[in-house]
C-alpha cells in the first residue's frame, strides 16, 4: 500500500507575515510603556513580540524607524468629520490628546522626536512619513496655509508633550479643554495671524 504524502506549502514555516507588523507594534508600544523609551532596545521588542531581531531589522532599519511606523499605526487617521472648522480643530487637539495618553505611545512620541533634534535622517522620516500627512489633511479641511497648519501642530503637540515630559503622564481632561479654548482663541480669528 502506497502512502501518500501530505500537500507541501510553498511559505515557509513561521509566523504569518501578515500579523507580524500587528505583534510587532503591540510589543513595542507595551515595551516602551513598561520600560520607557531609552531602554525599549530592538531586542527586548523582539523578545516580547516573540520574533528574531532580524525579523524587526528586515521591515525596520532603525529603532526610529520601527516607532514611526508604530505611531502612525496607533493614531490612524485624523478625524475629519464636523460642522465646521472650531469643531473640527477641537475634535483634532481631543484626538491627538486621547491618542498620547494611550499606554506607550505618548512615550514613544516623545522618545522619537528627542532623538530626531540630533539625527537630520530620523528628523526627515518623521516630517515625511509622520507629520505631513496629517499637515496635508489638515490644510485640506482647514484651507489653512501650511505655515498656520504647521504652528497648529507645533503649538499642540509641543504643549501636548512637554506636560507628559513634566509630568510623566498625559494631560488631564480639564487642560485640554483650556488647551482647546486657547488654540481656538488663535485660529479661528478670521482675520489670521497679526
Not at 99 to 120: H, L, M, N, T, Y
Not at 129 to 154: H, K, M, T
Not at 177 to 182: K, T, W, Y
Request: aromatic share 6%.
Amino acid at each position: 500500500m502506497a502512502m501518500t504524502r501530505p500537500p507541501t506549502s510553498a511559505r515557509p514555516p513561521g509566523r504569518p507575515r501578515s500579523g507580524v507588523n500587528d505583534v510587532v507594534f503591540a510589543a513595542t508600544l507595551s515595551t516602551v510603556h513598561e520600560l520607557g523609551y531609552a531602554r525599549a532596545t530592538v531586542e527586548r521588542i523582539a523578545a516580547a513580540a516573540g520574533v528574531a531581531k532580524t525579523t524587526i531589522y528586515r521591515r525596520w532599519p532603525s529603532k526610529g524607524d520601527l516607532i514611526v511606523d508604530c505611531l502612525i499605526d496607533a493614531f490612524g487617521p485624523v478625524p475629519l468629520e464636523s460642522a465646521g472648522r472650531a469643531e473640527l480643530m477641537s475634535s483634532a487637539i481631543r484626538w491627538i490628546a486621547g491618542k498620547i495618553s494611550e499606554p506607550g505611545v505618548g512615550d514613544a512620541f516623545a522618545g522619537v522626536f528627542s532623538d530626531a533634534v540630533s539625527d537630520p535622517a530620523l528628523r526627515e522620516v518623521l516630517s515625511a512619513r509622520l507629520q505631513d500627512p496629517y499637515r496635508l489633511a489638515l490644510q485640506d479641511a482647514l484651507g489653512e496655509p501650511e505655515n498656520r497648519v504647521l504652528f497648529f501642530i507645533d503649538v499642540v503637540v509641543g504643549t501636548l508633550l512637554h506636560r507628559m515630559g513634566m509630568t510623566g503622564g498625559p494631560m488631564v481632561d480639564a487642560d485640554v479643554a483650556a488647551l482647546v479654548e486657547m488654540v481656538l482663541q488663535h485660529f479661528t480669528d478670521e482675520a489670521g495671524p497679526a
